[in-house]
């Protein structure tokens, strides 16, 4: 039985599964031929900005463009086959947290509050990354086509003057107006959705999966709080939030196991994006209008708000996991027998390893990773230090 709330809750489901679904990656109803026709699309995309790449190696400003649009395409190659090869798990995964969202799983109101704190989160990110990387990517693509509007009304259609709205080559030389606009209409029909179930989708049902998770844990620790006051009921209260607790464990295990490698593609892509934004903005800034500076800002902000999202769930996964020995801690344990205090602090020695994400097993994602000087600036150092090289070298 859902309760209004819990049924709301169950949304973040509903949101992801529209994402995924469009990738033909939603682990419960994989379409395969949907997944592949994606790949081959992304494949000759790639092999156009290749064509693009090659063609104008010789000058440093559309390099940098084309590398700025297509280090984006190349990420989301990598998380749509690291998810594809996380379908199965993810699928047994889904299931075993479909009771999470009934009335049954909460023993009181402080417990489902507890949850429903993380599960509001979720739903917040999942609509304010695909709507900012909506909006920022139908402003990115959309300023080069309305650039050229005017001279295309008029007919006077040159291949020299024209760019199309991305940084790629046909296989084919562009004569005419006609031949420009389908081919900008056979980008954006896929490319666009592309890009927000693809870059931000695959984001959002990581971060969701994973904040899910943190809520799980803190309505554990209410669990705790309440069940083990209870003496009469003690061992069977204690084996019942053990079992709960290794499930949570193994949950958390799953995911940091299965989407480790798009947290360290992340954390690569965002210094190499900001690179080649920079340097792209830098070089187009003295005769770049209004739109395209907004543009170059919107986009920096995805970047940069992507990796901090990351940062923070995993943050919160380190709080959850480790407050449970806190939990534990203030529970009147004192007040048992000696075999019921073994029991307790057995418990205490698993909850005081946190439970975290990290990026390919090198390191651990957390706020302080973020924010102090040690990485925050090590990847704006890094950035800067790539940007001085391809201005002193373009």
């Known amino acids: ?156 259609f040159s291949d020299s003057s024209y760019e199309l709205p991305c940084s790629v080559h046909p296989f084919f030389e562009i004569k005419d107006t006609f031949t420009y606009i389908c081919i900008c209409i056979y980008l954006m029909l896929i490319m666009l959705p592309l890009l927000v179930c693809g870059y931000a989708g695959l984001d959002a049902f990581v971060l969701s999966m994973v904040l899910h998770v943190c809520g799980q844990f803190a309505a554990l620790s209410c669990k705790i709080d309440n069940l083990l006051r209870d003496h009469e009921n003690y061992h069977r209260h204690i084996s019942n939030i053990i079992l709960r607790h290794r499930h949570l464990i193994k949950l958390a295990g799953i995911l940091e196991d299965n989407f480790n490698l798009i947290c360290l593609q992340q954390t690569l892509g965002t210094v190499f994006l900001l690179c080649f934004t920079l340097y792209h903005m830098i070089t187009t800034l003295e005769h770049a209008e209004k739109a395209t500076v907004v543009s170059f800002v919107l986009y920096v902000c995805g970047v940069l708000s992507t990796y901090l999202a990351y940062c923070y769930i995993s943050e919160c996964l380190i709080t959850e996991s480790t407050r449970l020995r806190e939990t534990f801690y203030n529970s009147d344990w004192y007040n048992n027998p000696p075999s019921r205090t073994k029991l307790i602090s057995i418990c205490m020695s698993q909850a005081e390893k946190p439970l975290t994400l990290t990026a390919g097993k090198f390191y651990m994602l957390s706020l302080n990773m973020f924010t102090n000087n040690v990485f925050r600036l090590q990847i704006v150092k890094t950035a800067m230090a790539y940007l001085s090289v391809l201005r002193q070298f373009m």
């Open 1 to 156: 039985m859902q309760s209004a709330d819990l049924a709301q809750a169950s949304n973040i489901l509903i949101w992801n599964k529209r994402f995924m679904s469009f990738l033909g990656l939603w682990p419960c109803k994989v379409n395969q031929p949907l997944f592949v026709f994606l790949i081959v699309y992304m494949i000759i995309y790639c092999i156009m900005a290749a064509g693009h790449l090659m063609k104008n190696i010789n000058q440093p400003e559309r390099v940098v463009a084309n590398l700025t649009d297509n280090v984006a395409f190349v990420m989301i190659m990598g998380k749509m086959f690291i998810c594809r090869r996380s379908c199965e798990i993810m699928a047994k995964f889904l299931k075993s947290i479909e009771i999470d969202f009934s009335t049954e799983a909460y023993d009181n109101v402080r417990e489902k509050m507890a949850y429903l704190y993380y599960n509001d989160i979720a739903l917040v990110f999942i609509k304010y990354t695909t709507f900012l990387t909506g909006v920022s990517s139908i402003w990115y693509y959309f300023r080069r086509v309305l650039g050229n509007w005017n001279a295309m009304a008029t007919g006077n």
